[in-house]
């Protein structure tokens, strides 16, 4: 399966960015749908870690209330709604799903850059 990532770009603080990413090939599960970051110096972490079986994504703290993952299923899309942005959020932004063979597999990175 390989990803395809589009969206993001630069923003002001405040303001509102909407990452995309597409699948294509089978992937083991749309509940693993997730979106990750990695800021300057930093490690890659977890921003949107997929979808508990009660059907609701897990957001980190950092992003929670601010940030929105919505997907589309049967087209293996997936997306990141992100507001209120913050001089914080300067990072780039990196999709991520497990194959049908339970192999994590990486979209391309895409920068965000938020200005205050």
């Known amino acids: 399966v390989q990803l395809q990532a589009s969206g993001g770009g630069s923003a002001q603080s405040g303001g509102s960015l909407r990452l995309s990413c597409a699948a294509s090939?089978?992937?083991?599960?749309?509940?693993?749908m997730s979106w990750y970051r990695q800021a300057p110096g930093s490690s890659r972490r977890e921003l949107v870690a997929g979808y508990w079986s009660d059907g609701r994504p897990r957001y980190a703290d950092s992003v929670k209330g601010r940030f929105t993952i919505s997907r589309d299923n049967a087209k293996k899309q997936w997306f990141l709604e992100m507001n209120s942005l913050k001089s914080e959020d300067t990072a780039v932004y990196y999709c991520?799903?497990?194959?049908?063979?339970?192999?994590?597999?990486w979209g391309q990175g895409i920068q965000v850059t938020v200005s205050s």
């Open positions: 991520n799903v497990l194959s049908q063979y339970g192999v994590a597999v």
């Open positions: 090939g089978s992937i083991f599960s749309v509940n693993d």
